[in-house]
Nanobody, 119 residues
Framework: QVQLVESGGGLVQAGGSLTLSCIVSGSIIGIKANAWYRQAPGKQRELVAT???????SYADSVRGRFTISRDGAKNTVYLQMNSLKPEDTAVYYC?????????????WGQGTQVIVTS
């Protein structure tokens, strides 16, 4: 079983920065991709950033140039560095992983971490 645990959310003023972390545990044969999603109150969950197994990244237009997704294999951790935060970035942020395991391909979600950006 693969588990993801996020941390690093909090309250920050507009223009500030936060780094979210997602620690991955479990028996993993390979990584297909990791991603960060977010869900603001009253809105659907949206994809923020993706990093594939080979390291390539992609971003939503709303965060490109401000957010950076990365992965540290030695620490089994996926990060989301968020700079120049805006009030509209306020949301619960979720880590997502797509892995190959002994039981085949699995998709796993973390429990979410709250980010609040004040103006």
């Amino acid at each position: 079983q693969v588990q993801l645990v996020e941390s690093g959310g909090g309250l920050v003023q507009a223009g500030g920065s936060l780094t979210l972390s997602c620690i991955v545990s479990g028996s993993i044969i390979g990584i297909k991709a990791n991603a960060w999603y977010r869900q603001a109150p009253g809105k659907q969950r949206e994809l923020v950033a993706t990093i594939i197994g080979g390291g390539g990244t992609s971003y939503a237009d709303s965060v490109r140039g401000r957010f950076t997704i990365s992965r540290d294999g030695a620490k089994n951790t996926v990060y989301l560095q968020m700079n120049s935060l805006k009030p509209e970035d306020t949301a619960v942020y979720y880590c997502n992983g797509n892995y190959w395991t002994g039981r085949g391909e699995v998709t796993t979600w973390g429990q979410g971490t709250q980010v609040i950006v004040t103006s």
